[in-house]
DNA sequence: ACAGAACTTTAGACTTAGTCTAAAGTTTGA
DNA sequence: TCAAACTTTAGACTAAGTCTAAAGTTCTGT
């Protein structure tokens, strides 16, 4: 790992209120610098074979103490049935390629909408996913 | 069940091109008649209580054939793991009660969107979960 | 109506993704 | 520096769903 890499995950931790450890340092490295919309078994599955001391609950941890940190959001897609992270935690939607199942992130100002709701109900959140062919 | 459900069961069933057995009969009067979003274990589990003879993979076969026969939905809820089933296949969107975990139907005409895809991107369909309060 | 083919159901073993446990190790802070 | 708080670990466990192959049911052609 590079020095600055290794520099800026610690960094990232300690802002957001978490322990440093060897462990997270790593896994954050892989997350936020080299995988793309990563499962939590593509996650363990690299710390298996790219950290000597690794457990399965370890990952999980860290992914979930993240999210709870808020460097992380959880995805579940339609077409799968696994948990997937996104380090981007802006607003923004998700276009699934329908021949390689890759996730690609859409510009929120891509998509314009506008949306009446039944009287009382208050939207907080939204998720959106097109699927489709590149 | 009363007759004429079962008669439009098995009718639904023949229309499809599948074939009539007494099993999906049952469970399809429970999924079309009885049920609202469920999922494939609250299904099992109503027929566990009302059905004499009937295994789980009876249950999860039925729900793929009937899926397959474009006569369910399959749904997969950001904030839950288990996969939901909706007989409503014609283009809509969903809410989701925060407080309760319930899903409702988004009317398609209360939702009016533009979207601009990178070039050369083709949408085959979108999926959309507004998730709130009522 | 009958035989054979095709399809469906069954119990229970299996798989996969993820959680839990409790003991050992690490980090923090007075 | 020491204790409290937090984190990591291996592996058992759970939940949701799939698979298997034998037995049962339905369909098709005559």
Redesign the interface.
Same mark, same amino acid.
């Given at each position: 790992m590079k020095t600055k890499d290794k520099q800026a995950s610690e960094k990232m931790l300690k802002t957001a209120g978490l322990q440093v450890t060897a462990q997270r340092v790593h896994l954050c490295d892989f997350i936020f610098n080299q995988s793309d919309h990563p499962t939590a078994e593509e996650v363990w599955s690299w710390a298996q074979k790219n950290i000597d001391q690794m457990s399965r609950a370890t990952v999980y941890n860290t992914l979930n103490s993240l999210v709870d940190a808020g460097l992380l959001k959880?995805? #579940?897609?339609?077409? &799968? /049935?696994k948990?997937v992270f996104d380090f981007n935690v802006s607003e923004h939607f998700h =276009?699934i390629d @329908?021949k390689t199942g890759r996730i690609e992130d859409?510009d929120p100002k /891509?998509? &314009? %909408?506008?949306? +009446?709701?039944p009287k009382? %109900? !208050? +939207? &907080?959140?939204? @998720?959106? =996913?097109? !699927?489709? #062919? !590149?």
């Open positions: 959880t995805l #579940r897609m339609p077409h &799968s /049935d948990l =276009f @329908e859409l /891509d998509l &314009s %909408w506008s949306l +009446k709701l009382g %109900w !208050k +939207k &907080s959140s939204m @998720e959106v =996913f097109i !699927k489709g #062919r !590149k």
